[in-house]
């Protein structure tokens, strides 16, 4: 890793607890970690360390319950509810493991739902949606619907929706969990070719240790914090 880069996101002392029938449940523990700028960077452990409890917290689907969180120089810690919906929608793409297509719209409609929610639709916006879908190969199915989309049809859609505000930060959680080794393999080519082409920064949760071999750094979790890192290579 590349020191000298800018630092994308800067987590201090996180702390996760959720509450059930009266036992409070402690998953992120005084959690630390920094990533940089255009890094592709793979979070890995045992299932309940709290992988996609960090995953939600960064992305502002969920509430830390202590620590600070900035993305981009924003202290997304301080934000009311709007602001971090805004925020949210404006700086942070996400890639789910079932995609989360909505099944009445076209691949163009559903890479272009982003610009819809903000109301900003617009013919550049189309274009932008177009060329994304191109770009991960998807050209000649602008308007076929998830349904008649392949497993891995589907996801690439998915990424080219994360990929349409330009969002700094894109947070995947387990995306070549539903698709087979030669599926996961096309899929993780394509996220390393989107980032050398867009610059954006990646963190993905998986426990796929040979796709993990090809990101920048290796983030281990145990026990709710980082038990440890392994640099894979430089920025």
């Known amino acids: 890793m590349n020191n000298n880069g800018k630092v994308l996101l800067d987590i201090r002392g996180v702390d996760k607890t959720y509450h059930s029938d009266g036992v409070a449940v402690n998953v992120l523990k005084n959690l630390d970690l920094q990533i940089m700028e255009g890094e592709i960077v793979f979070i890995m452990g045992p299932s309940g360390v709290g992988k996609s409890t960090l995953l939600n917290v960064i992305g502002t689907l969920d509430r830390q319950s202590a620590g600070q969180i900035s ?12 602001e971090l919906a805004r ?7 996400f890639i789910f493991q079932f995609h989360h297509l909505l099944p009445d719209f076209s691949a163009l409609e559903n890479v272009m739902m982003p610009e819809m929610i903000r109301a ?13 879908l191109e770009d991960v190969g998807l050209g000649h199915r602008l308007h076929h619907r998830p349904s008649q989309l392949s497993g891995g049809e589907q996801q690439r859609v998915a990424i080219a929706r994360a990929l349409m505000n330009q969002p ?8 070549t969990g539903d698709l087979d080794r030669a599926n996961s ?3 993780f080519n394509l996220i390393l070719k989107l980032n050398r082409e867009y610059k954006q920064t990646f963190v993905i949760v998986t426990h796929d240790d040979q ?3 090809k990101a920048h750094r290796i983030i281990y979790l145990r026990d709710g914090k980082v038990d440890r890192q392994e640099v894979l290579k430089e920025l």
């Not at 202290?75 to 009311?80: H, M, Q, V």
Request: aromatic content about 4%.
């Open 120 to 132: 900003n639709h617009s013919s550049a916006g189309t274009e932008r949606a177009t060329k994304l």
């Open 87 to 93: 925020f949210r929608n404006e700086r942070i793409g």
């Open 185 to 187: 393999e096309t899929l």
């Open 211 to 213: 796709l993990a071999q």
């Open 168 to 175: 700094r930060l894109i947070l995947a959680d387990e995306p």
């Open 71 to 82: 993305i981009d120089g924003h202290d997304i810690s301080t934000y009311s509810d709007l």
